[in-house]
T-cell receptor, first 112, second 112 residues
Framework: DQQVKQNSPSLSVQEGRISILNCDYT??????FLWYKKYPAEGPTFLIS?????DKNEDGRFTVFLNKSAKHLSLHIVPSQPGDSAVYFC???????????FGSGTKLNVKP | DVKVTQSSRYLVKRTGEKVFLECVQD?????MFWYRQDPGLGLRLIYF???????EKGDIPEGYSVSREKKERFSLILESASTNQTSMYLC???????????FGPGTRLTVL
């Protein structure tokens, strides 16, 4: 049973516009959430994270929003660039627990 | 910079062969992980290790075993490779539970 879900397998956005990637989780014990970006034939690389004590975390063009009551997080990329085209995974874990749970990924295509 | 290396980028093996995938990290991380990535299924945890000689099963351990004799090295073993083990295998490490995982470049394994 997947505890972290990304229901959109793909997303296509025009360069310069906003990309919004969504992620839902079922386990209310999760208290740390991460987004990774993955290019083909490479390992995932860490992008941004958020602790459950916050509802927003921003890093340059990337912002992650957390809605604990809805068990939902989203990644906003503004403005989107062609180099952002990749597969994005969200992941969740909890304090003092070594296991990470990953979603199935969303493939983002940013069109020039 | 944390570096996680995997012994092979591409491997082709025959059904029934014993396969070793090696992973080495250079940041003295306690925790190491093996995932497989398949289209539409995201990253699924096979095994992880939180210390030398310690290991725990992940979500899909069947058909796999692991070895961690030294802190920096975590090996994944396919005792008798089968075609349904054709996949991308990703190794990761992390120092604490609330920090990002660092991934290796992945090994694309094809079992014929």
């Amino acid at each position: 049973d997947q505890q972290v879900k990304q229901n959109s397998p793909s997303l296509s956005v025009q360069e310069g516009r906003i990309s919004i990637l969504n992620c839902d989780y079922t386990n209310s014990m999760f208290d740390y959430f991460l987004w990774y970006k993955k290019y083909p034939a490479e390992g995932p690389t860490f992008l941004i994270s958020i602790s459950s004590i916050k509802d927003k975390n921003e890093d340059g063009r990337f912002t992650v929003f957390l809605n604990k009551s809805a068990k939902h997080l989203s990644l906003h990329i503004v403005p989107s660039q062609p180099g952002d085209s990749a597969v994005y995974f969200c992941a969740a874990t909890r304090y003092n627990f070594n296991k990470f749970y990953f979603g199935s990924g969303t493939k983002l295509n940013v069109k020039p | 910079d944390v570096k996680v290396t995997q012994s092979s980028r591409y491997l082709v093996k025959r059904t029934g062969e014993k396969v070793f995938l090696e992973c080495v990290q250079d940041m003295d991380h306690e925790n190491m992980f093996w995932y497989r990535q398949d289209p539409g299924l995201g990253l699924r945890l096979i095994y992880f290790s939180y210390d030398v000689k310690m290991k725990e099963k992940g979500d899909i351990p069947e058909g796999y075993s692991v070895s961690r004799e030294k802190k920096e090295r975590f090996s994944l073993i396919l005792e008798s490779a089968s075609t349904n083990q054709t996949s991308m295998y990703l190794c990761a490490s992390t120092g604490t539970s609330l920090s990002e995982q660092f991934f290796g470049p992945g090994t694309r394994l094809t079992v014929l």
